[in-house]
């Protein structure tokens, strides 16, 4: 199994540029989701999904949109890149569960992420 | 919102224990997780403590939890280089469909 797949690994765009970063998951996971990562701030989710044709709003939207079409596949657009959207991106997905003790578990399993620079 | 508060950085020798904490946000967070991000990499699920735990012991790994105070610690024992690497915790507040990350902490082990 080849777990979470990003494409590209990196990217460098001009500002205004548009671009699609693709995540593939062979898991068969429910959840998915996108976050960027920039330094002393965390990972912040940017949108996500809880299943085939559905979409929420994360943290961070504004900027990207996304689409899940396929179960497997959740796709990060950006349409008119800006410098402040140079960041490195993680696509994750997860499953959710309970356990005898009550509640809900949610682990989620990241792919190798994508460095984007946007000049 | 609030923030899941983490201190940015932490330089230990190699053989000593490293403690890592972290201030979360919801106090009916189910459970709570610590991952393991190395360089150049995802993040990697390291361990997780249901709510009503004060302690899970996993190898060199003690996790404690204080309720009250919304405070998580990640205890590695025996620190080595290979553990070099920037730790996480995380909540699920309100839920479990998503999960909030802190800021990271860097570990750095010297030899």
């Known amino acids: 199994n080849a777990g979470v797949t990003q494409t590209p690994k990196f990217r460098v765009l001009k500002t205004g540029q548009s671009m699609t970063l693709l995540c593939a998951q062979d898991?068969?996971?429910?959840?998915m989701y996108w976050y960027r990562q920039d330094p002393g701030m965390g990972l912040r989710l940017i949108h996500y999904?809880?299943?085939?044709?559905?979409?929420a709003k994360g943290e961070v939207p504004d900027g990207y949109n996304v689409s899940r079409l396929k179960k497997q596949n959740f796709l990060l657009g950006l349409e008119s890149a800006a410098p402040s959207q140079t960041s490195v991106y993680f696509c994750?997905?997860?499953?959710?569960?309970?356990?005898?003790?009550?509640?809900?578990?949610?682990?989620?399993?990241f792919g190798p992420g994508t460095r984007l620079t946007v000049l | 919102g609030e923030d899941v508060e983490q201190s940015l950085f932490l330089s230990v020798r190699e053989g000593d224990s490293s403690v890592i904490n972290c201030t979360y946000t919801?106090?009916?967070?189910?459970?709570l997780y610590w991952y393991k991000q190395e360089p150049g990499a995802g993040l990697q699920l390291l361990t997780y403590i249901f709510s009503n735990m004060d302690m899970k012991q996993d190898q060199r790994l003690t996790v404690l939890l204080n309720k009250k105070d919304k405070h998580l610690s990640l205890r590695i024992a025996d620190t080595q280089t290979g553990d070099s690497a920037i730790y996480f915790c995380?909540?699920?507040?309100?839920?479990?469909?998503?999960?909030?990350f802190g800021t990271g902490t860097k570990l750095q082990v010297i030899p």
């Open positions: 995380a909540e699920t507040p309100g839920g479990y469909q998503k999960v909030t």
């Open positions: 898991m068969n996971h429910e959840y």
């Open positions: 999904s809880v299943g085939e044709g559905t979409t």
């Open positions: 994750a997905s997860s499953y959710t569960g309970t356990s005898g003790r009550g509640g809900s578990y949610n682990e989620q399993f």
């Open positions: 919801d106090s009916s967070s189910t459970y």
